[in-house]
Protein backbone atom coordinates (compact mmCIF):
# COMPACT_ATOMS: atom_id res chain seq x y z
CA UNK A 1 0.00 0.00 0.00
CA UNK A 2 1.16 3.33 -0.98
CA UNK A 3 1.98 5.95 1.91
CA UNK A 4 2.33 9.53 2.37
CA UNK A 5 4.25 11.38 5.08
CA UNK A 6 4.66 14.78 6.42
CA UNK A 7 6.80 15.52 9.14
CA UNK A 8 6.17 19.30 9.71
CA UNK A 9 2.80 19.38 11.55
CA UNK A 10 3.38 23.44 11.70
CA UNK A 11 5.00 25.95 9.71
CA UNK A 12 5.45 29.88 9.64
CA UNK A 13 6.67 32.48 7.00
CA UNK A 14 6.99 36.34 7.57
CA UNK A 15 4.73 37.89 4.40
CA UNK A 16 6.30 38.01 1.36
CA UNK A 17 9.18 35.43 2.21
CA UNK A 18 9.30 31.77 0.73
CA UNK A 19 8.44 28.65 2.84
CA UNK A 20 9.15 25.37 1.35
CA UNK A 21 6.51 21.99 3.06
CA UNK A 22 8.16 18.38 3.15
CA UNK A 23 6.62 15.66 1.77
CA UNK A 24 7.95 11.68 1.18
CA UNK A 25 6.20 8.81 -0.20
CA UNK A 26 6.39 4.86 -0.81
CA UNK A 27 5.21 3.09 -3.60
CA UNK A 28 6.20 0.22 -6.13
CA UNK A 29 4.68 1.84 -8.76
CA UNK A 30 6.21 3.55 -11.43
CA UNK A 31 3.39 5.40 -12.98
CA UNK A 32 1.70 7.54 -10.46
CA UNK A 33 0.49 10.92 -9.40
CA UNK A 34 1.72 13.59 -6.39
CA UNK A 35 -0.86 16.50 -5.45
CA UNK A 36 -0.35 19.65 -2.74
CA UNK A 37 -4.21 20.67 -1.49
CA UNK A 38 -4.91 23.78 0.68
CA UNK A 39 -7.24 23.24 3.19
CA UNK A 40 -8.50 26.76 4.40
CA UNK A 41 -10.69 27.14 7.49
CA UNK A 42 -13.74 26.76 5.30
CA UNK A 43 -12.92 22.76 4.77
CA UNK A 44 -12.87 22.82 1.15
CA UNK A 45 -9.77 21.21 -0.13
CA UNK A 46 -8.76 23.18 -3.05
CA UNK A 47 -5.89 21.67 -5.64
CA UNK A 48 -2.75 23.38 -5.68
CA UNK A 49 -0.60 21.78 -7.82
CA UNK A 50 0.08 18.65 -9.45
CA UNK A 51 3.03 16.47 -11.01
CA UNK A 52 2.82 13.40 -13.30
CA UNK A 53 5.66 10.93 -12.34
CA UNK A 54 6.96 10.42 -15.78
CA UNK A 55 7.43 13.90 -16.09
CA UNK A 56 10.97 14.97 -15.11
CA UNK A 57 10.39 18.76 -15.17
CA UNK A 58 8.84 20.10 -12.01
CA UNK A 59 5.53 21.72 -11.92
CA UNK A 60 4.69 25.14 -11.49
CA UNK A 61 1.82 27.34 -11.14
CA UNK A 62 2.23 30.87 -10.70
CA UNK A 63 3.85 31.43 -6.84
CA UNK A 64 3.82 27.92 -6.39
CA UNK A 65 6.50 25.02 -7.54
CA UNK A 66 7.13 21.79 -6.53
CA UNK A 67 10.53 19.95 -6.49
CA UNK A 68 10.10 16.24 -7.13
CA UNK A 69 12.61 13.71 -6.65
CA UNK A 70 11.12 10.40 -7.96
CA UNK A 71 14.14 8.35 -6.56
CA UNK A 72 14.15 9.45 -3.25
CA UNK A 73 10.30 9.80 -3.09
CA UNK A 74 10.14 13.41 -2.27
CA UNK A 75 8.10 15.74 -3.55
CA UNK A 76 8.06 19.48 -1.59
CA UNK A 77 6.20 22.26 -2.12
CA UNK A 78 7.52 26.10 -2.63
CA UNK A 79 5.00 28.92 -1.69
CA UNK A 80 7.14 32.36 -3.15
CA UNK A 81 6.15 35.64 -2.03
CA UNK A 82 4.06 34.50 0.84
CA UNK A 83 0.68 36.21 0.85
CA UNK A 84 -1.76 36.30 4.00
CA UNK A 85 -4.43 34.41 2.21
CA UNK A 86 -1.50 31.18 1.77
CA UNK A 87 -2.72 30.61 5.63
CA UNK A 88 -4.15 26.77 5.47
CA UNK A 89 -3.36 23.25 5.67
CA UNK A 90 -1.83 21.57 3.44
CA UNK A 91 -2.04 18.35 2.46
CA UNK A 92 0.62 16.08 -0.20
CA UNK A 93 -1.56 13.06 -1.91
CA UNK A 94 -0.73 10.18 -4.11
CA UNK A 95 -3.08 8.35 -7.08
CA UNK A 96 -1.76 5.34 -8.78
CA UNK A 97 -2.33 5.87 -12.42
CA UNK A 98 -5.10 3.94 -13.12
CA UNK A 99 -6.50 4.31 -9.69
CA UNK A 100 -8.83 7.02 -8.52
CA UNK A 101 -8.32 7.03 -5.36
CA UNK A 102 -6.61 9.90 -2.91
CA UNK A 103 -4.02 8.91 -0.10
CA UNK A 104 -3.51 12.23 1.79
CA UNK A 105 -0.46 12.69 4.01
CA UNK A 106 -1.72 14.47 7.67
CA UNK A 107 -1.25 17.80 6.23
CA UNK A 108 0.98 20.69 7.39
CA UNK A 109 -0.78 24.06 8.87
CA UNK A 110 1.08 26.89 7.55
CA UNK A 111 0.52 30.20 9.18
CA UNK A 112 1.92 33.51 7.67
CA UNK A 113 3.34 36.25 10.02
CA UNK A 114 2.17 39.66 8.41
CA UNK B 1 -21.57 26.50 -11.86
CA UNK B 2 -22.47 25.56 -8.23
CA UNK B 3 -19.93 23.49 -6.85
CA UNK B 4 -19.76 20.08 -4.58
CA UNK B 5 -22.45 20.96 -1.67
CA UNK B 6 -22.69 18.67 1.10
CA UNK B 7 -25.09 18.95 3.99
CA UNK B 8 -25.77 19.35 6.80
CA UNK B 9 -22.56 21.17 7.46
CA UNK B 10 -22.75 20.16 10.72
CA UNK B 11 -24.55 17.04 12.92
CA UNK B 12 -24.53 16.05 16.36
CA UNK B 13 -25.94 12.88 17.63
CA UNK B 14 -25.75 10.62 20.31
CA UNK B 15 -23.88 7.00 20.48
CA UNK B 16 -26.13 4.74 18.81
CA UNK B 17 -28.06 6.66 16.60
CA UNK B 18 -28.15 6.32 12.81
CA UNK B 19 -27.07 9.36 10.81
CA UNK B 20 -27.11 10.76 7.08
CA UNK B 21 -24.83 12.28 5.51
CA UNK B 22 -25.52 13.91 1.88
CA UNK B 23 -23.50 15.02 -1.32
CA UNK B 24 -24.87 16.88 -4.40
CA UNK B 25 -21.80 16.38 -7.17
CA UNK B 26 -20.63 18.68 -9.79
CA UNK B 27 -24.13 18.14 -12.58
CA UNK B 28 -22.36 15.94 -15.44
CA UNK B 29 -19.54 14.39 -13.16
CA UNK B 30 -19.43 10.14 -13.50
CA UNK B 31 -17.18 9.75 -10.38
CA UNK B 32 -18.40 10.47 -6.74
CA UNK B 33 -16.11 9.81 -4.01
CA UNK B 34 -16.33 10.07 0.14
CA UNK B 35 -13.57 10.68 2.53
CA UNK B 36 -13.29 11.09 6.25
CA UNK B 37 -11.20 14.02 7.82
CA UNK B 38 -10.43 12.89 11.68
CA UNK B 39 -8.99 15.13 13.94
CA UNK B 40 -5.48 15.96 13.50
CA UNK B 41 -5.46 13.18 10.13
CA UNK B 42 -5.21 13.39 6.64
CA UNK B 43 -8.01 12.28 4.88
CA UNK B 44 -8.74 8.53 4.18
CA UNK B 45 -10.78 7.45 1.45
CA UNK B 46 -14.03 5.43 2.17
CA UNK B 47 -15.95 4.75 -1.19
CA UNK B 48 -15.68 5.41 -4.79
CA UNK B 49 -18.66 5.58 -7.21
CA UNK B 50 -17.83 5.45 -11.26
CA UNK B 51 -20.84 5.29 -13.46
CA UNK B 52 -23.00 2.25 -13.32
CA UNK B 53 -20.10 0.01 -11.91
CA UNK B 54 -20.18 -1.16 -9.06
CA UNK B 55 -18.77 1.18 -6.16
CA UNK B 56 -15.16 0.47 -4.92
CA UNK B 57 -16.04 -0.10 -0.89
CA UNK B 58 -12.90 -0.81 -0.21
CA UNK B 59 -11.92 1.52 2.33
CA UNK B 60 -15.65 1.27 4.72
CA UNK B 61 -14.15 1.25 8.03
CA UNK B 62 -16.39 -0.85 9.28
CA UNK B 63 -20.59 -3.12 8.27
CA UNK B 64 -22.09 0.38 9.58
CA UNK B 65 -20.74 2.17 7.15
CA UNK B 66 -22.74 2.41 4.15
CA UNK B 67 -23.50 4.62 0.81
CA UNK B 68 -25.59 4.76 -2.26
CA UNK B 69 -25.59 6.89 -5.04
CA UNK B 70 -29.03 6.94 -7.00
CA UNK B 71 -29.57 7.79 -10.24
CA UNK B 72 -25.94 8.54 -10.96
CA UNK B 73 -26.00 11.71 -8.89
CA UNK B 74 -26.77 12.47 -5.22
CA UNK B 75 -24.96 10.14 -2.67
CA UNK B 76 -25.99 9.31 0.50
CA UNK B 77 -23.48 8.06 3.14
CA UNK B 78 -25.01 6.38 5.89
CA UNK B 79 -23.22 5.35 9.27
CA UNK B 80 -25.60 3.04 12.14
CA UNK B 81 -25.06 2.86 15.65
CA UNK B 82 -22.28 5.79 15.30
CA UNK B 83 -19.66 5.38 18.00
CA UNK B 84 -17.37 8.15 19.35
CA UNK B 85 -14.76 7.73 17.03
CA UNK B 86 -16.93 8.32 13.59
CA UNK B 87 -16.47 11.68 14.80
CA UNK B 88 -14.98 13.33 11.97
CA UNK B 89 -15.43 15.67 9.19
CA UNK B 90 -16.93 13.58 6.01
CA UNK B 91 -15.46 15.00 2.89
CA UNK B 92 -17.37 14.52 -0.41
CA UNK B 93 -15.77 14.75 -4.39
CA UNK B 94 -17.15 14.34 -7.37
CA UNK B 95 -14.83 14.22 -10.68
CA UNK B 96 -15.80 14.67 -14.37
CA UNK B 97 -14.88 10.60 -15.37
CA UNK B 98 -12.83 8.84 -13.15
CA UNK B 99 -10.12 10.54 -11.64
CA UNK B 100 -7.52 8.76 -14.22
CA UNK B 101 -10.02 7.79 -17.04
CA UNK B 102 -8.51 7.86 -20.89
CA UNK B 103 -5.19 8.23 -19.17
CA UNK B 104 -5.95 11.59 -18.23
CA UNK B 105 -6.16 13.22 -14.80
CA UNK B 106 -9.41 14.30 -14.12
CA UNK B 107 -9.45 16.86 -11.22
CA UNK B 108 -11.58 16.03 -7.95
CA UNK B 109 -13.74 18.91 -6.85
CA UNK B 110 -14.30 19.06 -2.97
CA UNK B 111 -17.31 19.60 -0.89
CA UNK B 112 -17.23 21.89 1.90
CA UNK B 113 -17.85 18.47 4.20
CA UNK B 114 -20.47 17.55 7.44
CA UNK B 115 -18.64 17.90 10.65
CA UNK B 116 -20.05 14.92 12.68
CA UNK B 117 -20.38 14.58 16.26
CA UNK B 118 -20.78 11.71 18.06
CA UNK B 119 -21.67 12.20 21.79
Known amino acids: AQTVTQSQPEMSVQEAETVTLSCTYD???????LFWYKQPPSRQMILVIRQEAYKQQNATENRFSVNFQKAAKSFSLKISDSQLGDAAMYFCAYSNFGNEKLTFGTGTRLTIIP | GAGVSQSPSNKVTEKGKDVELRCDPI?????LYWYRQSLGQGLEFLIY????????KSGLPSDRFSAERTGGSVSTLTIQRTQQEDSAVYLC?????????????????FGPGTRLTVL
Open chain 2, 93 to 109: ASSPLGGLAGGLYNEQF
Open chain 2, 49 to 56: FQGNSAPD
Open chain 1, 27 to 33: TSESDYY
Open chain 2, 27 to 31: SGHTA
